[in-house]
């Protein structure tokens, strides 16, 4: 129950698409759902986050799109470009968890000039 | 502001021997996390510390990892002795309160050998 999935594991989009990556979760006490970048060597940077009382939240090309009834939520790229290959993690977290993130496994993103 | 620093970045050893990880987290951050990440996996939280006390060690293989956070601030994280399985990059992350967002260092790739 205290998993997050994530899909697709490696995904491959043209310069300028849409870049779509999704995460379903069995914890219904989960309430705070981020996402991560990480470039090679580097630690995982927050990109975007989300909490329940919306279903979607933007911020530049990038959009979170949440289900709270199917538990699932997805991240969405515009306009993807070369420099926003690196990968991709969900996590999940809930106020009962003191701050504990449940990493979902990752998606590596390749953006093709 | 200054990140979250990690020492070494990089460490090869042999399985059986003991290797520490040292983390700095940003000033005035409470909040210390340890992962782990596994090759082609999303972070596993070991241990979170609020200021010098441990607040979830639920995860961290208490026969040969250990971990303290003296005077509330910089912290470090043991293995003795090391297996094999222990090959990953242990990343170190800090926020100012449980909750809050999560800031993380480079990490420190660790290789068993």
């Known amino acids: 129950q205290q998993q997050v999935k994530q899909s697709p594991q490696s995904l491959i989009v043209q310069k300028g698409g849409i870049s779509i990556i999704n995460c379903a979760y069995e914890n219904t006490a989960f309430d705070y759902f981020p996402w991560y970048q990480q470039f090679p060597g580097k630690g995982p940077a927050l990109l975007i986050a989300?909490?329940?009382?919306?279903s979607e939240k933007k911020e530049g090309r990038f959009t979170i799109s949440f289900n709270k009834s199917a538990k699932q939520f997805s991240l969405h790229i515009m306009d993807s470009q070369p420099g926003d290959s690196a990968t991709y993690f969900c996590?999940?977290?809930?106020?009962?968890?003191?701050?504990?993130?449940?990493f979902g496994q990752g998606t590596e993103l390749s953006v093709k000039p | 502001e200054a990140g979250v620093a990690q020492s070494p970045r990089y460490k090869i050893i042999e399985k059986r021997q003991s290797v520490a990880f040292w983390c700095n987290p940003i000033s005035g951050h409470a909040t210390l996390y340890w992962y782990q990440q596994i090759l082609g996996q999303g972070p596993k939280l070991l241990i979170q510390f609020q200021n010098n006390g441990v607040v979830d060690d639920s995860q961290l293989p208490k026969d040969r990892f250990s971990a303290e956070r003296l005077k509330g601030v910089d912290s470090t994280l043991k293995i003795q002795p090391a297996k094999l399985e222990d090959s990953a990059v242990y990343l170190c992350?800090?926020?100012?309160?449980?909750?809050?967002?999560?800031?993380f260092g480079p990490g420190t790739r660790l290789t068993v050998l």
């Open positions: 989300i909490r329940p009382d919306v």
């Open positions: 992350a800090s926020s100012l309160d449980p909750g809050g967002e999560q800031f």
């Open positions: 996590a999940a977290s809930g106020d009962n968890q003191g701050g504990k993130l449940i």
